[in-house]
Every structure is written in structure tokens, then in C-alpha cells.
Nanobody, 113 residues
Framework: VQLQASGGGLVQAGGSLRLSCKASGMILSVFSAEAPAWYRQAPGKQRELVAS???????KYADSVKGRFTIAKDNTRRTVYLQMDNLKPEDTADYYCNHKTTWGRGTLVTVSS
């Protein structure tokens, strides 16, 4: 299984980005049962869980992103999305997707003030 995150970039504060995480080689039943979650790591800080989505579609978010970020998944595409709105400079970080012990390469999000 490989996790490929994409969609990062440079955006001004208040702007939006949508990240995608494609789980290549993951069978449908595994993806459907537990889709990859989104983490982020800012310079000098520990990696933190940003958002996750359950098999039934229930979502969880870090307090710092509630109301601004939305996680969604497309089982048929084996892809998890992270819609990020009203971005703030403190959202600047490398964003990673994770499934159990598998980590994808990060995609860098930079929010300028």
C-alpha cells in the first residue's frame, strides 16, 4: 500500500486548498472500513492528528481546525480529501495521510499573512 498526498501549496490567509490522499494498492474493504487519516507537522512541533473519518462517515477534527476543515472520502477512488477553508498562518505545515503503520509523503501547505 502506498499513500500519495497532493494538493498543497502557497495560499494567503483566508484562502482555501483541497488536499487529496490516494491509497494505491489498498483493497476496497480495507479502505471502506478505515480510511486514511490526515496529520500535519509544523516546523519545530510534533505531528498532530488533523482529521479522520470512520467507516460510517463520522468525522473527527482537531479543535484548531473545527469549522474550517472538512474531511471526506471516495471509496471507489480509494481517496480521502481534506477541504481546508479560511486558512490561517498557523495552518502552515507538512500534511500527511496515515493508515495504521503506513505514512505517505507530506504535502506542504504554506499560509501567508
Amino acid at each position: 500500500v502506498q499513500l500519495q498526498a497532493s494538493g498543497g501549496g502557497l495560499v494567503q490567509a483566508g484562502g482555501s486548498l483541497r488536499l487529496s490522499c490516494k491509497a494505491s494498492g489498498m483493497i476496497l474493504s480495507v479502505f471502506s472500513a478505515e480510511a486514511p487519516a490526515w496529520y500535519r507537522q509544523a516546523p519545530g512541533k510534533q505531528r498532530e492528528l488533523v482529521a479522520s473519518i470512520s467507516a460510517g462517515g463520522s468525522t473527527k477534527y482537531a479543535d484548531s481546525v473545527k469549522g474550517r476543515f472538512t474531511i471526506a472520502k471516495d471509496n471507489t477512488r480509494r481517496t480521502v480529501y481534506l477541504q481546508m477553508d479560511n486558512l490561517k498562518p498557523e495552518d502552515t505545515a507538512d500534511y500527511y495521510c496515515n493508515h495504521k503503520t503506513t505514512w505517505g509523503r507530506g504535502t506542504l501547505v504554506t499560509v501567508s499573512s
